[in-house]
Protein backbone atom coordinates (compact mmCIF):
# COMPACT_ATOMS: atom_id res chain seq x y z
CA UNK A 1 0.00 0.00 0.00
CA UNK A 2 1.20 3.07 -1.03
CA UNK A 3 -0.21 6.45 1.01
CA UNK A 4 1.12 10.12 0.38
CA UNK A 5 2.37 12.07 2.90
CA UNK A 6 -1.05 13.98 4.06
CA UNK A 7 -2.46 10.33 4.34
CA UNK A 8 0.51 8.83 6.74
CA UNK A 9 0.58 12.50 8.85
CA UNK A 10 -3.37 11.43 9.15
CA UNK A 11 -1.89 7.75 11.15
CA UNK A 12 0.06 9.39 13.68
CA UNK A 13 -1.23 12.56 15.62
CA UNK A 14 0.66 15.62 15.15
CA UNK A 15 1.31 15.54 19.67
CA UNK A 16 2.65 12.10 19.20
CA UNK A 17 4.68 12.74 16.81
CA UNK A 18 6.62 16.48 17.99
CA UNK A 19 6.46 14.91 21.39
CA UNK A 20 8.77 11.75 20.57
CA UNK A 21 10.29 13.76 17.93
CA UNK A 22 8.93 11.46 14.94
CA UNK A 23 7.28 10.95 11.88
CA UNK A 24 5.47 7.63 10.13
CA UNK A 25 7.36 7.00 6.33
CA UNK A 26 5.55 4.21 4.91
CA UNK A 27 2.71 2.09 5.76
CA UNK A 28 1.92 -1.63 5.10
CA UNK A 29 -1.14 -3.54 5.97
CA UNK A 30 -0.03 -4.50 9.69
CA UNK A 31 2.96 -2.19 9.68
CA UNK A 32 4.00 1.22 10.04
CA UNK A 33 7.79 2.20 9.35
CA UNK A 34 8.59 5.57 11.88
CA UNK A 35 11.60 7.78 11.66
CA UNK A 36 12.87 8.09 14.73
CA UNK A 37 16.51 10.04 16.16
CA UNK A 38 17.17 6.95 18.76
CA UNK A 39 14.33 3.71 19.78
CA UNK A 40 11.99 4.52 22.20
CA UNK A 41 10.07 2.05 24.19
CA UNK A 42 7.26 4.64 24.80
CA UNK A 43 7.11 5.74 21.53
CA UNK A 44 6.72 2.48 20.47
CA UNK A 45 3.46 1.70 22.88
CA UNK A 46 1.77 4.70 22.20
CA UNK A 47 2.53 4.61 18.52
CA UNK A 48 1.33 0.81 18.34
CA UNK A 49 -1.78 1.84 20.52
CA UNK A 50 -2.98 4.74 18.53
CA UNK A 51 -2.08 3.51 15.11
CA UNK A 52 -2.48 -0.71 16.00
CA UNK A 53 0.16 -1.86 13.78
CA UNK A 54 3.20 -3.20 14.12
CA UNK A 55 5.36 -0.55 14.64
CA UNK A 56 9.22 -0.47 12.63
CA UNK A 57 11.34 2.22 13.80
CA UNK A 58 13.87 3.48 11.21
CA UNK A 59 16.66 6.02 12.99
CA UNK A 60 17.37 8.91 10.94
CA UNK A 61 19.37 11.98 12.04
CA UNK A 62 17.09 14.76 14.05
CA UNK A 63 17.54 17.66 11.98
CA UNK A 64 16.35 15.26 9.12
CA UNK A 65 12.67 14.71 11.47
CA UNK A 66 12.12 18.02 12.45
CA UNK A 67 12.27 18.80 8.90
CA UNK A 68 9.93 16.10 8.25
CA UNK A 69 7.72 17.24 11.16
CA UNK A 70 7.08 20.73 9.78
CA UNK A 71 6.33 19.37 6.38
CA UNK A 72 3.55 16.75 7.92
CA UNK A 73 1.86 19.00 10.59
CA UNK A 74 3.36 22.29 9.59
CA UNK A 75 -0.17 24.05 8.82
CA UNK A 76 0.78 27.15 10.83
CA UNK A 77 4.13 27.63 8.26
CA UNK A 78 3.83 30.06 5.63
CA UNK A 79 5.95 32.15 4.03
CA UNK A 80 6.51 34.52 7.12
CA UNK A 81 8.12 31.27 9.36
CA UNK A 82 12.05 31.87 8.40
CA UNK A 83 11.15 35.63 8.87
CA UNK A 84 9.25 34.92 12.37
CA UNK A 85 12.24 32.44 13.66
CA UNK A 86 14.34 35.13 12.59
CA UNK A 87 12.16 38.17 14.50
CA UNK A 88 12.27 36.08 17.44
CA UNK A 89 15.81 35.72 17.30
CA UNK A 90 16.31 39.55 17.04
CA UNK A 91 14.24 40.12 19.55
CA UNK A 92 15.39 37.78 22.12
CA UNK A 93 19.02 39.04 21.22
CA UNK A 94 17.69 42.67 21.88
CA UNK A 95 16.32 41.85 25.23
CA UNK A 96 19.35 39.56 26.26
CA UNK A 97 21.64 42.94 25.05
CA UNK A 98 19.31 45.56 26.92
CA UNK A 99 19.60 43.06 30.29
CA UNK A 100 15.78 42.91 29.97
CA UNK A 101 13.28 40.90 32.62
CA UNK A 102 10.51 40.63 30.05
CA UNK A 103 9.55 40.83 26.76
CA UNK A 104 6.05 41.72 25.90
CA UNK A 105 4.22 41.37 22.55
CA UNK A 106 1.05 42.72 22.02
CA UNK A 107 -1.15 42.23 18.83
CA UNK A 108 -3.91 45.77 18.39
CA UNK A 109 -6.11 45.96 15.42
CA UNK A 110 -3.45 47.13 12.60
CA UNK A 111 -0.23 46.18 14.12
CA UNK A 112 1.53 44.59 16.97
CA UNK A 113 3.72 45.78 19.75
CA UNK A 114 7.42 44.65 20.51
CA UNK A 115 8.53 46.20 24.21
CA UNK A 116 10.83 45.36 26.97
CA UNK A 117 11.21 45.46 30.26
CA UNK A 118 14.19 47.25 31.48
CA UNK A 119 15.42 47.98 35.12
CA UNK A 120 11.53 48.25 35.93
CA UNK A 121 10.76 49.90 33.44
CA UNK A 122 8.66 49.52 30.14
CA UNK A 123 9.55 50.34 26.52
CA UNK A 124 9.16 50.06 22.82
CA UNK A 125 11.02 48.26 20.75
CA UNK A 126 9.02 48.40 17.50
CA UNK A 127 5.20 48.32 16.29
CA UNK A 128 5.34 45.64 12.87
CA UNK A 129 2.26 45.46 10.36
CA UNK A 130 0.07 42.34 11.98
CA UNK A 131 0.66 39.89 9.33
CA UNK A 132 3.85 39.02 11.03
CA UNK A 133 1.93 38.54 14.18
CA UNK A 134 0.62 35.06 13.64
CA UNK A 135 3.62 33.14 12.41
CA UNK A 136 5.43 34.67 14.93
CA UNK A 137 3.31 33.61 18.05
CA UNK A 138 3.37 30.27 16.64
CA UNK A 139 6.78 29.95 16.39
CA UNK A 140 7.08 30.96 20.45
CA UNK A 141 4.19 29.05 21.52
CA UNK A 142 5.91 25.90 19.10
CA UNK A 143 9.03 26.52 20.50
CA UNK A 144 7.83 26.99 24.35
CA UNK A 145 6.11 23.07 23.97
CA UNK A 146 2.42 24.89 23.62
CA UNK A 147 -0.47 24.05 21.66
CA UNK A 148 -0.20 26.05 18.54
CA UNK A 149 -3.90 25.91 17.63
CA UNK A 150 -5.07 26.56 21.20
CA UNK A 151 -5.67 30.36 21.26
CA UNK A 152 -9.00 30.75 23.34
CA UNK A 153 -7.04 29.99 26.68
CA UNK A 154 -4.59 31.44 28.67
CA UNK A 155 -1.32 28.65 28.41
CA UNK A 156 1.72 28.72 29.79
CA UNK A 157 5.22 27.09 28.95
CA UNK A 158 9.20 27.37 28.25
CA UNK A 159 12.52 27.26 26.47
CA UNK A 160 15.53 26.86 27.62
CA UNK A 161 17.86 28.51 25.47
CA UNK A 162 21.88 30.03 25.00
CA UNK A 163 21.82 33.35 22.89
CA UNK A 164 25.42 34.76 22.75
CA UNK A 165 26.89 32.56 25.88
CA UNK A 166 23.81 33.73 28.07
CA UNK A 167 21.70 30.66 29.12
CA UNK A 168 17.97 31.78 29.93
CA UNK A 169 15.13 30.12 30.87
CA UNK A 170 12.49 31.89 29.29
CA UNK A 171 8.81 31.22 30.79
CA UNK A 172 6.06 31.86 28.41
CA UNK A 173 2.48 32.84 29.00
CA UNK A 174 0.35 33.56 26.69
CA UNK A 175 -3.97 35.59 27.24
CA UNK A 176 -5.98 36.14 24.60
CA UNK A 177 -7.40 39.76 24.55
CA UNK A 178 -9.63 41.24 21.61
CA UNK A 179 -7.24 41.15 19.10
CA UNK A 180 -5.38 37.83 19.67
CA UNK A 181 -3.12 36.72 21.96
CA UNK A 182 -0.52 38.88 24.10
CA UNK A 183 2.52 36.85 24.61
CA UNK A 184 4.94 37.70 27.61
CA UNK A 185 8.33 36.07 27.18
CA UNK A 186 9.63 36.31 30.95
CA UNK A 187 13.97 36.07 30.50
CA UNK A 188 15.88 34.64 33.76
CA UNK A 189 19.28 35.16 33.05
CA UNK A 190 20.95 31.50 34.89
CA UNK A 191 24.34 34.41 35.45
CA UNK A 192 21.93 36.37 37.45
CA UNK A 193 21.10 34.35 40.03
CA UNK A 194 24.90 33.44 40.66
CA UNK A 195 25.60 36.49 41.90
CA UNK A 196 27.86 36.90 45.33
CA UNK A 197 26.06 38.96 48.36
CA UNK A 198 28.43 42.13 47.08
CA UNK A 199 27.82 41.52 43.53
CA UNK A 200 23.99 41.86 44.19
CA UNK A 201 25.29 45.69 46.32
CA UNK A 202 25.32 44.53 50.13
CA UNK A 203 28.04 46.18 51.91
CA UNK A 204 30.67 44.60 53.69
CA UNK A 205 29.02 45.65 56.74
CA UNK A 206 25.65 44.27 55.38
CA UNK A 207 27.05 40.78 54.63
CA UNK A 208 28.16 40.50 58.05
CA UNK A 209 25.25 41.33 59.59
CA UNK A 210 23.86 38.81 57.43
CA UNK A 211 26.31 35.84 57.74
CA UNK A 212 26.06 36.46 61.82
CA UNK A 213 21.88 35.63 61.33
CA UNK A 214 22.77 32.62 59.26
CA UNK A 215 25.77 31.04 61.51
CA UNK A 216 22.81 30.91 64.41
CA UNK A 217 21.48 27.69 62.24
CA UNK A 218 18.19 27.58 63.54
CA UNK A 219 15.29 29.88 63.54
CA UNK A 220 13.81 31.67 60.57
CA UNK A 221 15.38 34.63 58.74
CA UNK A 222 12.50 36.49 56.27
CA UNK A 223 13.73 38.07 52.91
CA UNK A 224 10.61 40.70 52.79
CA UNK A 225 9.76 43.14 49.59
CA UNK A 226 7.45 43.38 46.83
CA UNK A 227 7.27 41.69 43.49
CA UNK A 228 10.47 42.54 41.53
CA UNK A 229 12.56 44.05 44.30
CA UNK A 230 15.24 40.80 43.98
CA UNK A 231 14.53 39.00 46.96
CA UNK A 232 14.71 35.40 45.17
CA UNK A 233 17.98 36.36 44.02
CA UNK A 234 19.15 37.54 47.43
CA UNK A 235 17.73 34.54 48.87
CA UNK A 236 19.57 31.82 46.50
CA UNK A 237 23.02 34.22 46.74
CA UNK A 238 22.53 33.30 50.55
CA UNK A 239 21.77 29.25 49.79
CA UNK A 240 24.96 29.36 47.37
CA UNK A 241 27.15 30.61 49.93
CA UNK A 242 25.49 27.98 52.70
CA UNK A 243 25.86 24.98 50.27
CA UNK A 244 28.13 21.87 51.22
CA UNK A 245 28.04 18.67 51.02
CA UNK A 246 27.78 17.88 54.83
CA UNK A 247 24.44 19.63 54.67
CA UNK A 248 20.94 18.88 53.76
CA UNK A 249 19.58 21.85 52.15
CA UNK A 250 16.40 21.52 50.89
CA UNK A 251 13.51 23.72 49.02
CA UNK A 252 9.99 24.00 48.31
CA UNK A 253 9.76 27.03 45.60
CA UNK A 254 7.04 28.47 42.85
CA UNK A 255 8.63 28.45 39.99
CA UNK A 256 11.62 26.99 40.60
CA UNK A 257 13.68 30.08 39.17
CA UNK A 258 17.30 28.82 39.04
CA UNK A 259 18.32 25.31 39.59
CA UNK A 260 21.44 24.48 42.05
CA UNK A 261 23.43 21.79 41.84
CA UNK A 262 23.62 19.87 44.99
CA UNK A 263 20.38 21.16 46.20
CA UNK A 264 17.23 19.29 46.14
CA UNK A 265 14.49 21.64 44.90
CA UNK A 266 10.67 20.65 44.85
CA UNK A 267 8.20 22.68 42.67
CA UNK A 268 5.10 23.38 44.44
CA UNK A 269 2.07 21.86 41.88
CA UNK A 270 -0.66 23.00 43.36
CA UNK A 271 -3.06 20.60 40.46
CA UNK A 272 -1.95 17.77 42.40
CA UNK A 273 -2.14 19.33 45.74
CA UNK A 274 1.65 19.80 46.73
CA UNK A 275 1.28 22.84 47.86
CA UNK A 276 3.97 25.21 49.78
CA UNK A 277 2.78 23.49 53.38
CA UNK A 278 2.68 19.72 52.02
CA UNK A 279 6.29 20.32 50.45
CA UNK A 280 7.60 21.37 53.32
CA UNK A 281 6.23 18.60 55.51
CA UNK A 282 7.33 16.16 53.22
CA UNK A 283 10.90 17.90 53.52
CA UNK A 284 10.90 18.20 57.21
CA UNK A 285 10.41 14.14 56.94
CA UNK A 286 13.84 13.99 55.02
CA UNK A 287 16.52 14.92 57.40
CA UNK A 288 16.87 18.48 56.16
CA UNK A 289 20.07 20.89 57.84
CA UNK A 290 18.62 24.07 55.90
CA UNK A 291 15.27 24.86 54.09
CA UNK A 292 14.20 27.27 51.69
CA UNK A 293 10.48 28.34 51.32
CA UNK A 294 9.65 30.16 48.71
CA UNK A 295 7.06 32.22 49.88
CA UNK A 296 4.89 32.26 53.19
CA UNK A 297 1.48 32.98 51.59
CA UNK A 298 -0.80 31.89 54.56
CA UNK A 299 -1.08 30.95 58.00
CA UNK A 300 -0.58 27.21 57.56
CA UNK A 301 3.19 27.22 55.66
CA UNK A 302 3.84 30.30 58.17
CA UNK A 303 2.76 28.02 61.31
CA UNK A 304 4.65 25.00 59.96
CA UNK A 305 7.81 27.45 58.63
CA UNK A 306 7.79 28.20 62.78
CA UNK A 307 7.54 24.73 63.38
CA UNK A 308 10.61 23.81 61.37
CA UNK A 309 12.78 26.56 63.37
CA UNK A 310 12.32 25.49 66.82
CA UNK A 311 13.25 22.16 66.11
CA UNK A 312 16.45 22.91 65.00
CA UNK A 313 16.16 23.73 61.39
CA UNK A 314 17.43 26.90 59.54
CA UNK A 315 14.62 28.02 57.66
CA UNK A 316 15.06 30.81 54.89
CA UNK A 317 11.97 32.28 53.31
CA UNK A 318 10.18 35.01 51.58
CA UNK A 319 7.78 37.65 52.54
CA UNK A 320 5.43 40.17 50.68
CA UNK A 321 6.01 43.06 53.22
CA UNK A 322 7.27 46.66 52.93
CA UNK A 323 9.73 46.84 55.42
CA UNK A 324 11.80 44.81 57.73
CA UNK A 325 10.17 45.73 61.34
CA UNK A 326 6.56 45.24 59.60
CA UNK A 327 7.56 41.12 59.31
CA UNK A 328 6.62 40.73 62.80
CA UNK A 329 3.25 42.62 63.09
CA UNK A 330 2.35 40.19 59.30
CA UNK A 331 3.46 37.26 61.61
CA UNK A 332 1.62 37.83 63.98
CA UNK A 333 -1.32 38.63 61.36
CA UNK A 334 -0.84 35.12 60.67
CA UNK A 335 -1.72 33.48 64.03
CA UNK A 336 1.74 32.99 65.17
CA UNK A 337 1.67 32.96 68.77
CA UNK A 338 4.12 35.94 69.93
CA UNK A 339 6.30 33.37 72.27
CA UNK A 340 6.65 31.00 68.78
CA UNK A 341 7.70 33.97 66.54
CA UNK A 342 9.95 34.99 69.12
CA UNK A 343 11.40 31.67 69.54
CA UNK A 344 11.93 31.24 65.80
CA UNK A 345 12.83 34.78 64.13
CA UNK A 346 16.34 35.39 63.34
CA UNK A 347 16.74 37.67 61.14
CA UNK A 348 14.85 40.06 58.42
CA UNK A 349 16.21 41.57 55.02
CA UNK A 350 14.05 43.70 53.30
CA UNK A 351 14.89 45.04 50.00
CA UNK A 352 13.99 46.61 46.80
CA UNK A 353 15.76 47.57 43.68
CA UNK A 354 17.39 51.31 42.38
CA UNK A 355 18.69 51.85 39.24
CA UNK A 356 22.31 52.87 38.93
CA UNK A 357 23.42 56.15 37.27
CA UNK A 358 25.52 55.24 34.59
CA UNK A 359 29.30 55.55 34.73
CA UNK A 360 29.76 56.41 31.22
CA UNK A 361 28.25 60.10 30.95
CA UNK A 362 26.78 60.85 35.12
CA UNK A 363 27.50 64.11 36.27
CA UNK A 364 27.95 65.59 39.50
CA UNK A 365 25.94 68.40 41.13
CA UNK A 366 25.33 70.08 44.57
CA UNK A 367 21.60 70.72 45.45
CA UNK A 368 21.11 73.10 48.21
CA UNK A 369 17.96 71.43 49.93
CA UNK A 370 18.00 74.69 52.65
CA UNK A 371 20.44 77.05 53.91
CA UNK A 372 22.09 74.50 55.95
CA UNK A 373 22.11 71.55 54.16
CA UNK A 374 22.86 70.63 50.49
CA UNK A 375 23.81 67.33 49.02
CA UNK A 376 26.42 66.42 46.52
CA UNK A 377 24.34 63.61 44.43
CA UNK A 378 25.10 62.39 40.76
CA UNK A 379 22.87 63.09 38.04
CA UNK A 380 22.07 61.31 34.71
CA UNK A 381 23.03 62.71 30.99
CA UNK A 382 22.44 59.65 28.65
CA UNK A 383 25.04 57.75 26.33
CA UNK A 384 25.53 55.57 23.86
CA UNK A 385 26.80 53.09 26.60
CA UNK A 386 22.76 53.55 28.45
CA UNK A 387 21.16 53.89 25.58
CA UNK A 388 20.40 57.52 26.30
CA UNK A 389 18.68 56.85 29.39
CA UNK A 390 21.57 57.69 31.89
CA UNK A 391 20.74 54.69 33.91
CA UNK A 392 22.62 51.27 33.90
CA UNK A 393 21.64 47.79 35.32
CA UNK A 394 20.13 48.22 39.04
CA UNK A 395 21.33 47.71 43.25
CA UNK A 396 19.74 46.59 46.28
CA UNK A 397 18.32 48.87 48.59
CA UNK A 398 18.18 47.45 52.05
CA UNK A 399 16.82 46.75 55.53
CA UNK A 400 18.59 44.16 57.93
CA UNK A 401 17.16 43.54 61.30
CA UNK A 402 18.99 41.37 63.45
CA UNK A 403 16.97 39.97 66.36
CA UNK A 404 18.04 40.09 69.42
CA UNK A 405 16.67 40.06 73.05
CA UNK A 406 15.67 43.55 73.55
CA UNK A 407 13.76 43.17 70.56
CA UNK A 408 12.20 40.01 71.73
CA UNK A 409 11.25 42.00 75.09
CA UNK A 410 9.66 44.64 72.92
CA UNK A 411 7.67 42.12 70.58
CA UNK A 412 6.45 39.95 73.61
CA UNK A 413 5.15 43.21 76.00
CA UNK A 414 3.55 44.30 72.53
CA UNK A 415 5.17 47.40 71.69
CA UNK A 416 4.85 48.95 68.65
CA UNK A 417 6.01 49.09 65.16
CA UNK A 418 7.86 52.46 65.84
CA UNK A 419 9.41 51.28 69.53
CA UNK A 420 10.66 48.28 68.28
CA UNK A 421 12.23 50.23 65.22
CA UNK A 422 13.53 52.73 67.33
CA UNK A 423 15.58 49.56 69.66
CA UNK A 424 16.33 47.87 66.79
CA UNK A 425 18.19 51.07 65.19
CA UNK A 426 19.87 51.53 68.44
CA UNK A 427 21.02 47.91 68.48
CA UNK A 428 22.44 48.49 64.96
CA UNK A 429 19.94 47.49 62.20
CA UNK A 430 20.44 48.87 58.80
CA UNK A 431 17.84 51.23 57.42
CA UNK A 432 16.56 52.06 54.04
CA UNK A 433 17.54 55.44 54.88
CA UNK A 434 21.32 54.57 55.39
CA UNK A 435 20.79 52.48 52.26
CA UNK A 436 19.85 55.42 50.27
CA UNK A 437 21.67 57.81 51.61
CA UNK A 438 24.82 56.11 51.16
CA UNK A 439 24.45 54.91 47.31
CA UNK A 440 23.54 58.93 47.36
CA UNK A 441 26.81 59.67 48.79
CA UNK A 442 28.88 56.97 46.92
CA UNK A 443 27.05 58.43 43.21
CA UNK A 444 26.21 54.79 42.72
CA UNK A 445 22.51 56.11 42.59
CA UNK A 446 20.67 59.36 42.33
CA UNK A 447 18.84 61.57 44.44
CA UNK A 448 15.96 61.60 42.25
CA UNK A 449 16.01 57.90 41.48
CA UNK A 450 16.11 57.47 45.66
CA UNK A 451 13.31 59.75 45.77
CA UNK A 452 10.84 57.97 43.40
CA UNK A 453 11.83 54.85 44.92
CA UNK A 454 10.83 56.20 48.32
CA UNK A 455 7.46 57.24 47.09
CA UNK A 456 6.90 53.60 45.97
CA UNK A 457 7.64 52.66 49.62
CA UNK A 458 5.44 54.62 51.89
ZN1 LIG B 1 25.38 56.70 29.92
Same mark, same amino acid.
Given at each position: ?46 ? *???? =? ?9 ? &?? $? @?? +??? %? ?124 ? *???? =? ?9 ? &?? $? @?? +??? %? ?238
Amino acid at each position: MVSSEKDLSLLVPEKLARKYNLFPIEETDNSLVVGIEKNNIYALQDL *KLVT =GKNIIFRELPK &EE $I @NE +KIE %IFYGNFIDINEDYSNYLFQDILEKAIYENASDIHIEPFSDLFKIRIRVDGKMKEVSSLILDLYASLASVIKYKANMDITEKRLPQDGRIDLKIKDVVVDIRISTVPTVHGEKIVLRLLRRDSFLKT *KKEL =GFTEVAINKID &EI $I @NK +KTG %ILLVTGPTGSGKTTTVYSILKELKDDSKNIMTIEDPIEYKIEGINQIQVNNKVGLTFEKGLKAILRQDPDIIMVGEIRDVETAKTAVRAAITGHLVISTLHTNDAISSIARLIDMEIPVYLLNASLIGVISQRLVRKVCTDCSNEITITQDENKSIDTAIPIGCDQCNGIGYSGRTAVYEILQIDDEIRQAVQSNKGSNKIKDIAIKNGMITFDDSYTRLIKEKITTLEECIINKEILY
